[in-house]
DNA sequence: CCGCATCCCATGTGATACTG
DNA sequence: CAGTATCACATGGGATGCGG
């Protein structure tokens, strides 16, 4: 038997020893949020040594989880149909660890693909369907994201662009979506700033994402 | 920061870090199942060495996922509620490996504990729920599994007793729970053997764990 | 025996340098 | 930019020891 292989006959042992390597679902993380190129993954994932990246991605494409596809003269990563089917464990796993976060410390850092990936968690369609479509505009240091609610539907992209209510954050945000600082104690403690909108439209942003803790 | 982080401020790494060591699902998946002594975490896991499950058991116990505790005279593991919130994740692991699952080899062993676990996540509720109450008595060489189905709640217990329908079976069964193997072929090629009770019930039992491939 | 702790070695990981 | 090569080190694997 191979030496890294558990030895039982069973899904959750199978399914770790796919993806259950250091790094691999942090790549499959970001890999759900789109295709990304070799540097755009070691760029996200900012502490990840080049050597093991290239093997994680390896070992993925061989497993079955992603593939390399040539883009117009550039080769992207990107998850095949079984892969992308890791959404569920990513996002449970998400939402549990999401309950563990304590206060962040200064050499935490906030990627786009993994606050896409916390929004999708924490995105409560049911509760979004009763509210109006909004789009959001949040600023994380030199990144934009525009998240688009509309209805039931959530859409997060890496792009500026017109919102109803734009806001700076960091990773502070993290207390308003757990509950624990309600939206004008954000606003107040500059937790969040707003840049351009109604600042009280935060309060539907805090009702749209939401994951107790 | 230790070495071990993946310095970002983000859910899923954060329960990678408290998870993501190797064999630490595992021994979240057995103590899912329910309170386990060290003997019988290293009996379920035959293949982790002694000092890496009480490495783990130390790591897991001081991340607040299970704890020691005393019960009459010997020391058992049980997961916190904070751990058993984990349930999700090893569900949705086990559920996406099981379909990665080729043949089993010789040298890959079933477990009671995973078996249950395997069986938790093939279960389908709202179909049991529109079938009889059935107990299925298994047995898996040496083991012996009750499963209680009663409306859409099962229940697995390590114990024999009274069953609907008794039968032997081994890694094969995994083929009847993915539809691969229909019940009568599953008797007819030995894979399920029936020991006591109707064997048309084992359609009923592939009704109710059913995980497609 | 059970519940670990110790020792040793193979392997994986991390940091850095380097190359097509 | 997209990796490969190299090397020090930490962790995992396997055997064994050992106290209660």
Redesign the pocket.
Known sequence: MA??EYGQYCGITRALELVG???ALLIVRDLLVGPR????LAAGLP?????????R??ELQEAGILR?APRSR??V?ELTPYGHELEPVVLALGAWGFKALDDPRDEQIVTPDSITMSLRTAFRPQVAAELPSTVYGARLGPDELLIRVAGPTLDVARESGPADLAFATGPGIHRLISGELAPDRAIATGVVEVLRGRGDLLDRFASTFHLAA
């Open positions: 030496p890294r390597e250091r790094w190129r070799y540097g755009e502490r990840i040594p080049t050597n093991v990246l290239a093997a991605l390896k390399r550039v080769i990563y």
